[in-house]
């Protein structure tokens, strides 16, 4: 076993620190990443703090890995040292079935998440990002386009497919009007990714406070959902609603937005369940939706899509010391957009 540095959640109410562990030696389909940084994820606090129920400490947080290839196994055909690598939110798949599904094995059972899991013997825990390295099956490592920043990529790994996969489900483009609610750190990734792929963008954030920011990155229109007028000159504009608040919002008045045929996806986690009268459904024949991240393939298809239309987020970068003000200010939604932890900052043992 390795020794490996980074900063863990020991208990649910305590604040994260620096954790000593063991990662396991490289099979002979492993890829060894030294990791140069790390996103924040608001999940990474529900995880941290067990707000979801279902958390195992100690805990080493973080699905935003961006990191180069330091070795590899005997096996591994389609990385070499050197090469800029991610990994996202899970390090295995289709751990019950005959077969893996390329597709959709974000949904299926035995997905392994990567960290807050157990790996596919049922038994090794695994621990993410906030950590000097990791090992992960060659299957599930990531190509980072070179062009693209490895700071500015990692939150690419969560908030960039998160967002990518509904607009391509949906099929944003051309033609499509498309509304991204909430201006944060899937928000603005959303923006972004909807207008390279055509789509006409409009941002529905309570104030007009990041119109410049959203308009700058890509959107069209701004609307302040604080407005009432906002929901009449609005009614019936769009093909696709992509909500990213996990907040409680009005979702009859958000239905009504939707075109004939038009769709609603769920991306944020809104702690209530989501009150939805029959009739905000059944006279435009709308849909309500939701959307998990994305596959390995999907996941590397936005990768180079990314890097096609240099496409990243917007980031502040800090020391991992700051790791818990930074935990903070994501709850008060005091960043734009996304923050990035600086791995070199990580003290040594």
Sequence with gaps: MAIAQGYAATDASKPLEFFTFERREPREDDVVIDIKFSGVCHSDIHQARNEWGNSRFPMVPGHEIAGVVTAVGPKVTRFKVGDHVGVG?????????????????????????????????????TYGGYS?????KEGYVLSIPDNLPLDKSAPLL???????????????????????????????????????????????SQTLSKKDDGLKLGAKAYYATSDAETFKTLAGTFDLIVC?????????????????DGTMVIVGAPEHPVPVHAFSLIPGRRSLAGSMIGSIKETQEMLDFCGKHNITAEIELIDIKDINTAYERVIKSDVRYRFVIDMATLPKA
């Design 89 to 125: 939110c899970f390090v295995d798949s289709c751990v019950h079935c005959q077969t893996r599904d390329v597709d959709n094995e974000q949904y299926l059972p035995g997905l392994v998440q990567t960290y807050n899991d157990v790996e596919a013997d049922g038994q090794t825990p």
């Design 132 to 136: 000097d390295h990791i090992v992960v």
């Design 158 to 204: 969560c908030a960039g497919i998160t967002l990518y996969s509904p607009l391509a489900h949906w099929k944003a483009g051309p033609g499509k009007k498309v509304a991204i609610v909430g201006m944060g750190g899937l928000g603005h990734m959303g923006v972004q990714i909807g207008a390279a792929m055509g789509a006409d963008v409009t941002v529905l």
């Design 244 to 260: 990213t608040v996990g907040t409680d919002i009005d979702w009859n008045a958000y239905l009504n937005l939707l075109k004939v």
